[in-house]
């Protein structure tokens, strides 16, 4: 409950949730080109290349990998893609079965 003289710290404290991804991504560029590396045979029918995540807890490669996949949705027309335990899993649009 929100009191009269509480602060807001937060506009938005939906950004600290697990779940939240940013709309940029800034100081990934050479890991977004890999990963789209990897994925762009889904582009051209193809199955992706596996791409291997590592490094240390909360350095972003969970949300870094959410965004790529929030990207291909937007700009390739991929929808239903999402990670499981380190692993993206989804079909093309217009190809399920």
């Known amino acids: 409950m929100r009191q009269d003289d509480e602060t807001i710290i937060l506009a938005n404290p939906d950004i ?6 940013p709309p940029d991504i800034h100081g990934r560029e050479s890991q977004l080109k890999e990963i789209g590396i ?6 051209e029918g193809g199955k992706p290349v596996n791409c291997w995540f590592h490094g240390k807890p909360g350095i972003g490669k969970t949300t870094t990998a959410c965004w790529t996949l929030r990207k291909f ?25």
């Open 38 to 43: 990897c994925l762009r045979p889904i582009t």
């Open 16 to 21: 600290l949730s697990e779940s939240h991804v």
């Open 73 to 97: 949705e937007i700009e390739v027309g991929i929808k239903g893609m999402q990670i499981q335990n380190g692993v993206i899993l989804g079909k093309l649009m217009g190809n399920e079965k």
